[in-house]
Nanobody
Framework: QVQLVESGGGLVQAGGSLRLSCAASGRAFSSYATAWFRQAPGKAREFVAAINWSGGRTKYADSVKGRFTISRENAKNTVNLQMNSLKPEDTAVYYC????????????????WGQGTQVTVSE
């Protein structure tokens, strides 16, 4: 069993940066791929970024490529999302997720979810 707790959300102006963190419990976490998803008001939840168990492979949605960076520290059971050049359309609740799989070939169906953290980007 893995429990995920996100932090780092907040209000930022367009063009600014935020760093989200996800703290995980459970010894198996270091063998699981993890990801960030987001859900804006009135929209479906969407994939943002994923990282494999070792941190050696990453995957990004086209909308955030070049602006967001996902990373992980297995020794600390944490996954981070560095978000730069933020835009108002990045406003959403951001969720950390983990897969019962070390790889990121398929990222549509995580096994574990955090409770989410709000990110609001103003004009």
């Amino acid at each position: 069993q893995v429990q995920l707790v996100e932090s780092g959300g907040g209000l930022v102006q367009a063009g600014g940066s935020l760093r989200l963190s996800c703290a995980a419990s459970g010894r198996a976490f270091s063998s699981y791929a993890t990801a960030w998803f987001r859900q804006a008001p009135g929209k479906a939840r969407e994939f943002v970024a994923a990282i494999n168990w070792s941190g050696g492979r990453t995957k990004y949605a086209d909308s955030v490529k070049g602006r967001f960076t996902i990373s992980r520290e297995n020794a600390k059971n944490t996954v981070n999302l560095q978000m730069n050049s933020l835009k108002p359309e990045d406003t959403a609740v951001y969720y950390c997720a983990a897969f019962r799989d070390p790889n990121i070939d398929y990222v549509a169906d995580p096994a574990y979810w955090g409770q989410g953290t709000q990110v609001t980007v103003s004009e």
